[in-house]
């Protein structure tokens, strides 16, 4: 979200993004000053030459992609490759850039076979990115990953001039840095490269709460129903991937239970079971916490539901309204205009 990509501008060398919106909106955010790294496994031809004003660097998703557009960034943007270390450590394979047939980066063997037979094309490349796991607190899996890249690649990376070194990990006070710096002290043997860390979700994550409130409250049998002025469809993830974020002030067990329920027709519109210490009443505030990163952004408007507004955080307290969303903006998103009379 544009109010935390603002604060993020003033604390990162620069933003990742992985489409040409993404890139144009971290330029404007982070001015020329910070760097724009682009990867995406779909690139083109119409978007290339936009793509190349506003970021710095890219790091191709496969070689066919490199041989393809070469042409059009060399002398423009730093161009590096994106590799499939073929290391997996996520049993859901939805979230698995590692899974067997991975669209995602090329193959180890391949870049191998690049080296030794094409070393002219090879030397095209400046940087290599890789980029294996999701929601990793354990620092082991970068160390292991780099073990595989630097025992693959070793010779090769001394001429590169970056290394990146992906996301996927979530940082808390339990997380060990321990392999992290051993990853770096790897690296360093192997090579002068600069290194990248790109993380999103551990950064954006815990960054925003959607706000709802109880509009009504029913009995269905033995169960207590909190029906929200929210949606499921603002939280993607709770339908598609089963998430439970965690509500402010819940109790995990016992307290009073309700369940919660989306606002639209949809029977599935559920946020699923929570605690409180005291009973709800309508007009109770929910806080849905820590869904930056890959909740909200996903929002959309199913049943006609109003995304919710934007607020941000305001320094001394309080909150800042940025954004409401208008009834003209869900027609267009619908692909109609206003008429006169509505
Ligand atoms: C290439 C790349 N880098 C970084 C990230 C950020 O990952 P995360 O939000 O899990 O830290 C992603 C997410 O998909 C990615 O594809």
Not at 218 to 226: C, L, P, Y
Not at 248 to 276: S, W
Not at 303 to 319: D, I, M, Q, S, T
Request: charged letters at 20%.
């Amino acid at each position: 979200m544009v109010p935390v990509l603002e604060v993020l501008a003033d604390l990162a060398d620069g933003f990742s993004a992985s489409s040409l919106f993404e890139a144009k909106l971290a330029r404007q955010v982070g001015g020329s000053e910070k760097e724009v790294q682009f990867t995406s496994p779909t690139l083109r031809p119409q978007d290339a030459e936009e793509l190349a004003g506003v970021a710095h660097r890219i790091a191709f998703n496969s070689l066919s992609q490199f041989d393809r557009f070469k042409g059009v960034f060399a002398g423009r943007l730093g161009m590096g490759l994106r590799v499939d270390p073929g290391v997996s450590f996520i049993p859901d394979e939805r979230y698995n850039p590692c899974r067997a047939g991975s669209k995602l980066g090329a193959a180890l063997a391949d870049v191998q076979t690049l080296l030794k037979a094409q070393p002219r094309e090879a030397r095209k490349l400046e940087g290599i990115l890789f980029h294996n796991n999701c929601e990793s607190e354990d620092f082991q899996h970068l160390r292991q990953t780099a073990q595989a890249v630097v025992s693959a690649l070793g010779p090769w990376l001394k001429d590169l001039a970056w290394i990146n070194l992906g996301g996927g990990y979530l940082f808390d006070e339990e997380t060990d840095f321990t392999p992290l710096t051993e990853t770096i002290a790897l690296f360093r043997q192997a090579t002068p490269a600069r290194l990248f860390f790109e993380p999103g979700k551990g950064i954006v994550g815990p960054s925003m709460a959607l706000v709802a409130s109880v509009v009504d409250l029913i009995e269905k049998g033995s169960r207590q129903v909190a029906v929200l002025d929210t949606s499921v469809n603002h939280l993607p993830e709770v339908f598609e991937y089963q998430t439970h974020p965690p509500v402010r002030g819940e109790l995990p067990e016992g307290g009073h239970r309700y369940q919660l329920v989306g606002a639209t027709c949809l029977a599935g519109d559920l946020f699923g079971e929570y605690g409180f210490p005291e009973p709800l009443t309508v007009g109770s505030r929910i806080f849905f916490e820590e869904v930056g990163a890959y909740s909200f952004v996903k929002a959309h408007y199913f049943n006609g539901v109003n995304l919710p507004a934007v607020y941000a955080a305001a320094p001394g307290g309080g909150a800042q309204l940025k954004k409401q969303y208008s009834y003209e903006e869900f027609v267009s998103r619908c692909g109609g205009l206003i008429h006169a009379n509505c």
